[in-house]
């Protein structure tokens, strides 16, 4: 589908619930009866007044417009009833939430792919204001692509400040980064905490305590590699914070010589069905 087709809702039929996020929200797989297209459909409860809806049909006329193979291509909004539905590219693995990522090679291979996506936005002088799990989506081909709702969709503000760092719209977005990989590592939880890190999105990477010797030996510890990629993407002091261009560049990348889709089958291995 072309970002200048149009689809009616009236031809989208509902056919399965790929995923519930933890927000409620609702991922489904839609099919154009008349077409036969498959596309996934993300159903929002609607709070937003008549104003709000025309900002966000402005904002996704723009971002049908964005163009790149990490990011989630988006295709129409609809406003029906009380709910707001967001047609867009048919992802079949639906978002990260709930995966546990417990290889750093396919931890790494996310965080590649969501950069570049990223890089594309920044680029382009976009922000994406809400990098988190549910957000980021996995199919079958192997491909990770960041979904971008515009401002008025995302739940994350675009600049937040009093919680241990200071953001401009960016650099907030490598912060989502470094927490999502947080979220997704859980298999290391303990390792992270020895490390003086607790599972928070506003924990202060340049905040974190020396580690303690309180933990047995075989928890399993993160790579150094990827905690300094932690710490360039969620330093507090903005001047140190990498960029999205820059960390595509970062050492913990390096495991990627390995064959991509041996890496993308253990990312959707740990997809939860």
Not at 12 to 27: D, F, M, N, T, Y
Not at 48 to 68: F, G, N, P, T
Request: hydrophobic letters at 40%; glycine letters at 6%.
């Amino acid at each position: 589908m072309e970002a200048n087709e149009s689809v009616n809702f009236t031809d989208l039929s509902l056919k399965a619930l790929i995923k519930e996020e933890e927000s409620g929200e609702r991922v489904y797989e839609a099919v154009n009866w008349v077409t036969g297209a498959t596309y996934g459909m993300k159903e929002f409860s609607s709070h937003y007044d008549s104003s709000s809806r025309a900002e966000i049909s402005r904002e996704i006329q723009m971002v049908k417009q964005l163009d790149h193979p990490n990011l989630v291509k988006c295709y129409e909004v609809f406003f029906v009833g009380d709910m707001i539905y967001l047609l867009f590219e048919h992802m079949d693995r639906g978002s990260l939430v709930g995966a546990d990522i417990r290889s750093e090679s396919a931890l790494a291979s996310v965080a590649y792919q969501v950069l570049l996506g990223l890089a594309y936005l920044h680029e382009n002088r976009i922000s994406h204001n809400d990098v988190r799990p549910s957000n980021i989506f996995v199919n079958s081909m192997e491909e990770v692509k960041v979904l971008y709702l515009g401002r008025s969709l995302s739940k994350t503000p675009l600049v937040v400040s009093g919680i241990g760092a200071i953001h401009d719209e960016f650099s907030w977005d490598l912060w989502g980064v470094g927490s999502s990989i947080l979220k997704l590592f859980k298999d290391s939880y303990l390792g992270f905490r020895d490390r003086g890190i607790e599972f928070d999105l506003y924990t202060s990477m340049s905040e974190v305590q020396k580690p303690s010797h309180s933990l047995e030996a075989q928890v399993q510890k993160p790579s150094t590699e990827l905690w300094t990629f932690l710490a360039a993407c969620m330093q507090t002091d903005l001047s140190k914070r990498w960029t999205a261009k820059e960390l595509v560049s970062h050492p913990f990348f390096g495991q990627l010589h390995l064959r991509t889709e041996e890496i993308m089958k253990k990312v959707i291995s740990f997809c939860p069905p």
